[in-house]
């Protein structure tokens, strides 16, 4: 019985599968990020040049709004402090009136304001 046991674990480990994700945007990072904390072993494929690599010209881009509900994905793998510290909060959008009034509106409820990310501060 133990050699059958031995043998069906070793067989299992060499056949271990790899999983792919076709597609490196919001999702697929996630869901292999997600996958990859469970144990297995991902491959992104992502036909674009990698984020990480990629010279980004600022100025060029605008920040992507990370919502609360983003936070709580990023949280669940780990990410939320890593990628919450490099942006700017989001309390409220700035109405400037034609006559130089300016009023605020606010975005969310207390914490669950959304966070600017700069694209170059997120390679
Ligand atoms: C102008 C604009 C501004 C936005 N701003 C925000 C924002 O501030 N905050 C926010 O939360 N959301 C924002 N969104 C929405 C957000 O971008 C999408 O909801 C999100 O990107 C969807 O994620 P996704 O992974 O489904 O798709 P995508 O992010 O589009 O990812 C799909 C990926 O798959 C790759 N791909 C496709 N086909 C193949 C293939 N055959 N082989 C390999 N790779 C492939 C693509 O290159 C792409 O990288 C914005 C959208 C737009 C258009």
Redesign the pocket.
């Given at each position: 019985m133990d050699s059958v046991s031995t043998h069906t674990h070793e067989s299992s480990r060499s056949e271990r599968k790899v999983i792919a994700v076709?597609?490196?945007?919001?999702?697929?990072?996630?869901i292999a990020c997600f996958l990859a904390k469970r144990g297995f072993d991902v491959a992104v494929?992502?036909?674009?040049e990698d984020i990480r690599q990629a010279k980004v010209v600022k100025g060029r881009s605008?920040?992507?709004?990370?919502?609360h509900r983003?936070r709580q994905a990023l949280k669940h793998v780990g990410m939320e402090d890593k990628i919450v510290s490099k942006g700017i909060p989001m309390h409220a959008r700035m109405i400037h009136n034609l006559n130089g009034k300016r009023s605020p509106y606010p975005m969310a409820k207390r914490d669950r304001f959304?966070n600017a990310?700069s694209h170059d501060r997120l390679q």
């Open positions: 076709v597609g490196g945007g919001l999702v697929g990072s996630l494929y992502e036909s674009r605008i920040n992507l709004a990370l919502s983003g959304r990310q």
